[in-house]
């Protein structure tokens, strides 16, 4: 069946970038989401990439797209300490139009 | 616009009671998605609703029933609540009229715990 993985844990210094990968085994998606998580919150949308792409600019946020690959990253330029979350990789499956989530990146920002 | 309304935010229930969650769609959404969270299983589809008939439905018992309304609300039941429901119920409205194009916008979600 479909599947997505990430690693489950990363830790920068405030100003490094952070660099949160996801791999996935669909080979029919449409769309590959990020989604951040704050604790006590829902899932606030970061970014899309079509699943045609292979990079993604948005801001301080830069998703890339192997698909050959079927692995997707997301980069995070100066990381803040207001970055510090769980950092969802969601594949939107073209087969059943049902989104598939990663087990989250639980990303550390230090001072 | 406003965002996706969940409510209650925080439930308790008993084993053996019934609970019912609603959610409200970004204005002008039609697709209304659930999903379950929890720490060990992570985030889990259950079903996902468009212009009041369910599109698609993930692999959970019978005891999670939902159903969505003209004005595109939706509400999500449990029946004979078991331990392994509490959870975070999130609610997502969806922009699109395909499921295989369709990006969910989330809502704050239901802490739900079974006691």
């Known amino acids: 069946g479909e599947d997505v993985e990430q690693s489950l844990f990363l830790s920068v210094r405030e100003g490094d970038s952070s660099v949160i990968n996801c791999t996935y085994t669909d080979s029919s998606s449409t769309y590959l989401y990020w989604y951040k998580q704050e604790p006590g919150a829902g899932l606030q949308l970061l970014t899309y990439?079509?699943?045609?792409?292979d990079m993604k600019q948005d801001q301080r946020l830069t998703v890339l797209l192997n698909k050959k690959d079927k692995h997707l990253s997301l980069r995070i330029a100066d990381t803040q300490t207001g970055d510090s979350a769980i950092y969802f990789c969601a594949d939107l499956s073209g087969n059943t139009g049902k989104l598939i989530f990663g087990q989250g990146t639980t990303l550390q920002v230090k001072p | 616009k406003a965002g996706v309304t969940q409510t209650p935010r925080y439930l308790i229930k008993t084993r053996g009671q019934q609970v019912t969650l609603s959610c409200s769609p970004i204005?002008?959404?039609?697709?209304v998605s659930w999903y379950q969270q929890t720490p060990g299983q992570g985030l889990q589809f259950l079903f996902e609703y468009f212009s009041e008939t369910q599109r698609n439905k993930g692999n959970f018992p019978g005891r999670f029933s939902g159903r969505q309304f003209s004005n595109s609300r939706s509400e999500m039941n449990v029946s004979t609540l078991e331990l392994g429901d509490s959870a975070l119920y999130l609610c997502?409205?969806?922009?699109?009229?395909?499921?295989?194009?369709?990006?969910?916008?989330f809502g704050p979600g239901t802490r739900l715990t079974v006691l």
């Open positions: 990439i079509f699943s045609n792409m």
């Open positions: 204005s002008g959404h039609r697709s």
């Open positions: 997502a409205s969806g922009d699109g009229a395909q499921s295989r194009t369709d990006t969910q916008y």
